[in-house]
């Protein structure tokens, strides 16, 4: 029997995965606040319900978890080999096993609303000898939760090594919460990497597959069965320590073979007999399961359950046939070697597959070296649209992300025309762009609208001090600062090709880093002190919070039709008033210090692209601040063919 969740607040570390799918759909069903953490991105099939942390959960902060007020947390994040575990292996069993499970216990332990944890573990850490022989076992062994341990891979290790510290916080907070370690057996389900998913989709694809071994026998047990499980043990509360968690019924290698020859009936199937490899017969022994969980069977078969595989495989090659992933151009690319490494990384997280390529005018562009590759552009001109478009089409572009003012006005007058073509641009309405790059007509808006923009004006009024600068262009070129008389300013003035006048203010000079969807709604936004500047770039610069000076940004922000990433410059003056400069509807040279610390603007880019809600995605903030020192790099390729 299961009884509702209503009241329950469950984090689930992993719940992307295989295991984890299964079990979000079941707690919503029951009633259940979920909040769902993992490296993948939101399932699109994902209840709206569903809070969801996508990012590695080694740097999830006790801020998050106790802004939920979790009573349950399900530990399922791990990562694992596919059989033999390769040398590479040694550092991510560590990072995604090892640490992960201490980091996120040591937030859990001390978060008072806890009462229960699950723990993943598995029958890996089960001394070996008891189950694998060199010769074909009649019978499988039962391992019991009293069978003698002996881990027998890394993975196994990772899994002990968190039972052992599970067991030792007990010694202290027992009353607080309990914790239960499954040790699941041979798991399978749905958009798997297990060799039973691998098997139906070489199938489906008229492949042959490979079988070693196929005397081997294992306790399989389908995800389903594994995630309604896991649901009766957090709902138990005299179950702590550890327990098992399989079917209870071992079956050959050969059995889903026969089962897959009978549904496939022209599968090829290679059986490798030449190879040095033992012979697996373990099984589950589930009277401790069953004596705490009376009435629990598994609702799936190897049978049933390799049909729902099947049915779900053909789906998502039926979706695979329709997807067609479009490639991502970063205009005028340059050597911004930290916005493209940004936007690498979001991309990596949406999809691997995806190409980057880098658009300049410029041949020998520093950024190819970091992109998947060069696409030599013409000067953005109303002329070279047609140059330019085809040569979108031919490298299959259908993201462009520009990244310099000059360039701004071209992609946004043409945006539309893109869009026809299947191409997407991150760019604002030509009438913001039009606003920002005029830094009077951008003074004037201030004042229409009331906010608290420097005013500029084409003849200095006043006694001054002044700044001079250019009508047009980055605001650091040809600039003049403190200048205390009026003739002084006309003098610098007459420097320029169209001059504007403004008042000289003191203070503290910050950047403003935010991202807004289509709609112009500001999805987050991130200030920063510029410590240190140069030529107009922040070299130095740290993030803060003031919760007054974000709300009248968003405020201002919203106010314009802007999509995409802007950066507005401010002067804090002494008494803490600000006083707004200008604005860049584009990403700025130091904003990766914002990314650093939730601003997901990429990420948040790429899931809009793919019609994504939004919504779902939360804008979270870390609580710890980010001083970013902006310094070169040197960029080493190996190759032996230079």
Excluded at 52 to 76: K, W
Excluded at 115 to 122: C, D, E, I, P, T
Aim: aromatic fraction near 10%; hydrophobic fraction near 40%.
């Amino acid at each position: 029997m299961v009884l509702f969740m209503k009241n329950e607040r469950v984090f689930i570390s992993g719940g992307a995965g295989v295991i984890g799918t299964e079990l979000t759909r079941i707690l919503v069903q029951l009633g259940a606040e979920v909040f769902v953490g993992d490296l993948k991105k939101r399932p699109k099939d994902l209840s709206e319900k569903v809070r969801y942390r996508q990012g590695d959960l080694n740097h999830i902060s006790h801020a998050e978890i106790e802004g939920f007020s979790p009573t349950i947390f399900i530990h399922l994040a791990a990562t694992f080999e596919r059989s033999t575990e390769n040398y590479d292996f040694w550092e991510k069993n560590f990072w995604n096993n090892v640490r992960l499970s201490h980091h996120l216990m040591d937030i859990f332990k001390d978060t008072p609303t806890l009462r229960k944890v699950l723990f993943a573990s598995s029958y890996l850490i089960y001394d070996p000898s008891k189950y694998i022989f060199k010769k074909p076992a009649l019978t499988p062994t039962f391992l019991s939760e009293s069978t003698p341990i002996a881990p027998r891979n890394l993975t196994g290790m990772a899994k002990l090594a968190h039972e052992i510290e599970l067991n030792f916080l007990n010694g202290f907070k027992s009353a607080q919460f309990t914790s239960v370690c499954a040790r699941i057996f041979r798991g399978y389900g749905c958009n798997s990497r297990d060799v039973i998913s691998r098997w139906i989709r070489s199938a489906l694809r008229e492949e042959k597959i490979t079988v070693f071994r196929p005397e081997g026998m294992f306790d399989y047990i389908y995800a389903k069965d594994t995630a309604f499980a896991l649901v009766r043990l957090a709902q138990t509360p005299d179950i702590n320590g550890i327990i098992n968690l399989g079917t209870g019924k071992s079956r050959r290698v050969s059995d889903v073979v026969d089962i897959l020859q009978r549904r496939f009936q022209n599968l090829e199937v290679d059986l490798i007999d030449d190879i040095d490899m033992d012979y697996e017969a373990s099984c589950a022994d589930m009277s401790l399961f069953k004596e705490k969980i009376a009435g629990w069977e598994p609702a799936y078969t190897l049978e049933s359950a390799i049909s729902e595989i099947i049915e779900f495989e053909k789906s998502q090659l039926i979706c695979e046939q329709k997807k067609q992933n479009g490639n991502i151009l970063i205009s005028s690319a340059s050597r911004k070697i930290p916005l493209i490494k940004s936007i690498l990384e979001a991309k990596d997280r949406f999809d691997k597959e995806i190409l980057v390529y880098a658009g300049d005018i410029n041949k020998d562009a520093h950024a190819q070296f970091v992109c998947d590759g060069l696409i030599l552009l013409p000067a953005t001109s109303v002329e070279n649209f047609e140059e330019i478009l085809n040569l979108l089409k031919e490298n299959q572009i259908e993201l462009v992300i520009p990244t310099r003012d000059g360039e701004l006005e071209f992609w946004a007058t043409h945006r539309k025309a893109l869009e026809k073509e299947g191409i997407q641009v991150i760019v604002s309405e030509p009438e913001a762009i039009t606003t920002s790059l005029d830094k009077l007509a951008f003074a004037k808006f201030g004042e229409i609208k009331g906010f608290p923009i420097i005013p500029a004006w084409e003849h200095p009024q006043g006694k001054g001090p002044f700044v001079v600068k250019e009508r047009y262009g980055a605001g650091s070129r040809s600039i003049g600062l403190n200048i205390e008389t009026l003739d002084a300013a006309l003098e610098w003035g007459a420097k320029l090709a169209q001059p504007i006048y403004q008042p000289f203010i003191e203070g503290k000079e910050i950047s403003v880093d935010a991202w807004l969807d289509k709609t112009s709604k500001v999805k987050g936004l991130v200030l920063r002190e510029r410590n240190q500047v140069a030529q107009g770039e922040s070299v130095v610069t740290t993030t803060f919070r003031d919760t007054r000076l974000e709300a009248q940004c968003t405020q201002l922000l919203e106010a314009l039709p802007l999509h995409g990433p802007v950066v507005l410059q401010v002067i804090i003056d002494s008494l803490g008033n600000p006083h707004i400069i200008e604005l860049n509807a584009r990403f700025g040279g130091a904003s990766t210090a914002s990314v650093a610390v939730g601003l997901d603007i990429w990420y948040w880019t790429l899931l809009e692209w793919d019609n994504q809600n939004l919504d779902l995605v939360p804008y979270l903030r870390s609580d710890k601040e980010a001083r970013q020192i902006r310094v070169p790099q040197d960029i080493l390729l190996y190759d032996s063919s230079f």
